[in-house]
């Protein structure tokens, strides 16, 4: 990681609320001009460590540094606080209108009135509140709030915006069209941007990198693919969605292909390992296919089992469907195909999934 791109940095940072160790973040480095998620689940100390790196808490020990210098005393920290931003989840607006909301912070900086004047109004326009200036802010939606919070952050300019869970409040549709247009501002802008969510949907579609949050600590970083695709644990697997884990052992390997043994089965995958060694695996629910014959003719895929359904749950767009193959699977399928398949719960059924789709998950020190 090349030393003139990281924008942000933290060494050794722990924090105790409360006589509890909240925090315990040995390094982390946020490089300048990306979108790095702070995921996990809620407790995870994820907005912690948001609110700490936005120096609205004060860490227990460790340091934090902008573009190589430390924060360590009053003005340094009034210097830092001035170039970045902060956006929380339930917008915090003055009781005046639109355009003094997103004003307030240029004036506070001294900019004269004419160039306010300008900024604000390109910042309105960038988030489809230009014609919500003159309104006060009591009467805006919960959506129309939260876009007025992002135009009074993104309208100064700064080197990093912290955005802490700033969806999660909102409707679907309203929540996709702010995604939607906050995408483009980032395209547009190239600013740095730490936020934190439970929801993977949000960090794939923003972030370039992915922290994975557990008790704390960062248990995974890298970018969204390698976090999805190749998670370092167990907990980190269930997390990102791999609602298959189970453990197995190497039976054989050759050019390139393992047998792993799990539950008296056989499941071929791809990747290198010495026969003996104990793993987990991971499948993702999308990559099972679901069959009522017992040889799918249609399949390339080398691991098939026959399995009994024991519980079918429906999630939006999709059902899970969970399996019984001698160890536990499960399958996401479209109603349509629910349909189709004519299955239900108790129902006898062919699973597969193909050997690329088989995730290896290490043991680590």
Avoid: W
Wanted: hydrophobic letters at 45%; proline letters at 4%.
């Amino acid at each position: 990681m090349s030393q003139q791109r990281i924008i942000l940095e933290a060494h050794n940072l722990e924090l105790q609320r409360g006589g509890v160790q909240a925090l315990s973040i040995a390094h982390l480095s946020v490089l300048n001009g990306e979108v790095l998620a702070l995921v996990g689940p809620n407790g995870s100390g994820k907005s912690t460590l948001l609110l700490t790196l936005a120096s609205l808490l004060t860490p227990t020990r460790g340091e934090i540094l902008l573009q190589g210098h430390a924060l360590n005393h009053r003005s340094s920290a009034i210097t830092y606080r001035r170039s970045i931003a902060m956006v929380f989840q339930e917008p915090l607006l003055l009781h005046t209108s639109v355009f003094n909301n997103v004003a307030v912070g240029l004036k506070l900086r001294g900019v004269p009135a004419r160039c306010i004047k300008q900024a604000v109004e390109e910042a309105l326009c960038r988030f489809h509140i230009a014609a919500l200036a003159s309104r006060s802010a009591r009467t805006l939606s919960g959506g129309e709030a939260q876009r007025v919070s992002l135009a009074r952050a993104f309208v100064l300019k700064p080197q990093i915006v912290f955005l802490d869970e700033p969806f999660s409040s909102l409707d679907p549709p309203t929540r996709e069209a702010l995604i939607h247009d906050l995408e483009k501002v980032i395209a547009e802008t190239k600013t740095t941007i730490v936020f934190a969510t439970h929801n993977q949907e949000e960090a794939l579609r923003l972030a370039d990198r992915m922290a994975v949050m557990h008790h704390g600590t960062i248990i995974q970083l890298g970018t969204t693919e390698e976090v999805m695709n190749n998670p370092h644990n167990e907990f980190v697997a269930s997390f990102v969605g791999m609602e298959t884990v189970v453990h197995g052992i190497v039976h054989e390997a050759d050019h390139g292909i393992m047998i792993i043994s799990v539950a008296k089965h056989l499941i071929a995958a791809v990747g290198e390992a010495q026969p003996g060694e104990e793993l987990l695996i991971g499948v993702r629910p999308e990559n099972v296919t679901l069959s009522t014959t017992a040889h799918p003719a249609d399949s390339s895929a080398r691991n098939v089992f026959p399995a009994t359904v024991t519980r079918i749950v429906p999630r939006g767009l999709f059902y899970k469907v969970s399996l019984d193959c001698g160890f536990p699977l499960a399958a996401y399928v479209t109603g349509r195909s629910l349909e189709t398949l004519g299955i239900g719960e108790g129902s006898s059924v062919t699973a597969s999934f193909k050997a690329t789709a088989v995730h290896i998950i290490r043991k680590r020190a």
